[in-house]
């Protein structure tokens, strides 16, 4: 296992497109008329940087023992839908203990003025 702590990852851009955000609030019981709810951003920064992880092989990310451990947001302010928001992947730390890698990934999303929408950090758990 080689430590990946430090490496960022290209930038990913991606329109809030009114479709997937209507599917997304339904599919978590929200109203699609309400507007694009706070956890889409799992979808414009987890969702559009953890496959870049996942595909490093240097990072070697065992997905068959991968355990999605925490989630958290921080919001600057909620994308609209329309809007573009460009997603910036940074893996924050990587460390073994116990016969298990812990891998933090850090995303920072910015809108079309490069003004911070939101961060967001995972924790990801490879169990041996």
Request: aromatic content about 8%; some cysteine.
């Amino acid at each position: 296992m080689a430590a990946v702590a430090g490496k960022t990852y290209p930038a990913v851009r991606i329109e809030i497109d009114r479709e997937r955000v209507a599917d997304f609030a339904r599919a978590i019981g929200a109203d699609p008329s309400d507007g694009v709810p706070p956890t889409f951003a799992a979808v414009y920064a987890l969702g559009a940087t953890a496959p870049q992880l996942f595909g490093d092989e240097d990072a070697a990310i065992d997905f068959a023992r991968l355990l999605h451990a925490e989630q958290e947001f921080e919001w600057q302010r909620h994308p609209g839908v329309g809007e573009t928001v460009t997603s910036v992947g940074r893996v924050a730390s990587d460390t073994s203990r116990r016969g298990m890698r812990f891998v933090s990934l850090e995303i920072d999303t910015t809108d079309a003025a490069d003004a911070p929408v939101c961060r967001s950090r995972t924790l990801f758990v490879i169990r041996s």
